[in-house]
């Protein structure tokens, strides 16, 4: 593992995974350790207002906070495939075993899915999970059409992916016009998010930008959070192997509608297994963690599981 500047490289099947710091400072000795998964097509920045509330609570160093770009995104577009659910879990016990430490597990969206994956993979090297508006799902269909699926459900965000774009200010301005995020970009996480949405370009040669995402990697990793059976069970396998887990979902959608991923009767006849502590936060799905009060809602469970005696 070599680190430049807040950026740790971790070596993993088929190249280097990049990894944030966003620890606010140099780790304290033995200070616990949070490893954070991102979205589907998002990167690991988006964990900045989230680190930065942990670090106001708890002073600088006290907690090393590391989220990876996961690969086929931002800094680790480079990362060759295999893609899938179960390449991430491998390259998160990766960080987990370069770190030394137990990690507690954190994760949004998709990344939720991979957290509960690896917490049932690899049940003895992280501390609990915390599964933010993700993790849990619902059957899918036997003729599931996935990219039919996947922009149904992400729309714009998968949309983005084939569009070009002629500069960074551009791309903001795509982002500024999304329902559930543009508002946030005038609120006081502003500028944490400004750097994340800019995180996802890359220059196309041609004088324009494109996203940092690697199509196939978001095909192969939707097809999993969609349908994969042992994605689907990762919760209530960690549990069984003993690892806390808690799950915070979103009160609005991904465009801001009234109807979340999840609700009440949603989480009622998914059947959450015994013991997983639920909470409701009057967010939206980008929102939850990315402004308030979903940033504070998450770190609330962060220092839970910090807490929590083992």
């Not at 964990?47 to 600088?60: F, K, N, Q």
């Amino acid at each position: 593992m070599s680190q430049t500047a807040e950026i740790l490289e971790v070596d993993v099947e088929g190249g280097q995974l990049a990894v944030h710091d966003l620890s606010g400072g140099p780790a304290r000795h033995g200070a616990p350790v949070v490893l954070a998964a991102h979205g589907i097509t998002a990167n690991g920045l988006m964990w900045r207002p989230v680190a930065d509330e942990l670090v106001r609570r708890r002073g600088s160093g006290a907690v090393r906070f590391l989220a990876p770009d996961l690969r086929g995104r931002g800094a680790s577009n480079t990362v060759t495939g295999p893609f899938g659910l179960a390449c991430h879990a491998a390259d998160l016990v990766a960080v987990a075993a370069e770190v030394g430490d137990c990690p507690v597990l954190v994760g949004h969206s998709m990344g939720a899915f991979i957290a509960g994956l690896t917490a049932a993979t690899a049940p003895g090297s992280f501390r609990s999970a915390v599964l933010v508006d993700g993790g849990l799902a619902f059957p899918a269909p036997a003729d599931l059409d996935i990219d039919a699926a996947l922009q149904a459900v992400i729309g714009p965000a998968m949309q983005r992916l084939s569009m070009r774009f002629e500069s960074p200010e551009a791309y903001l301005g795509f982002w500024a016009q999304h329902p559930a995020l543009g508002p946030a970009l005038q609120g006081p996480q502003g500028d944490a998010i400004r750097d994340y949405i800019r995180h996802d370009l890359v220059e196309d040669g041609e004088g324009g930008w494109r996203s940092t995402c690697v199509l196939d990697a978001i095909r192969a990793d939707g097809a999993d959070v969609l349908a994969d059976q042992r994605t689907h069970g990762s919760v209530a396998e960690a549990v069984s192997h003993g690892v806390p887990v808690e799950f915070l979902w979103a009160h609005r959608g991904l465009l801001d509608e009234p109807q979340g991923l999840y609700d009440e009767g949603r989480l009622a006849a998914l059947d959450v297994p015994s013991g997983v502590r639920v909470s409701e936060v009057d967010a939206n799905h980008y929102t939850v963690v990315l402004g308030e009060p979903g940033v504070s809602a998450v770190v609330d469970a962060i220092e839970r599981q910090l807490d929590a005696v083992r």
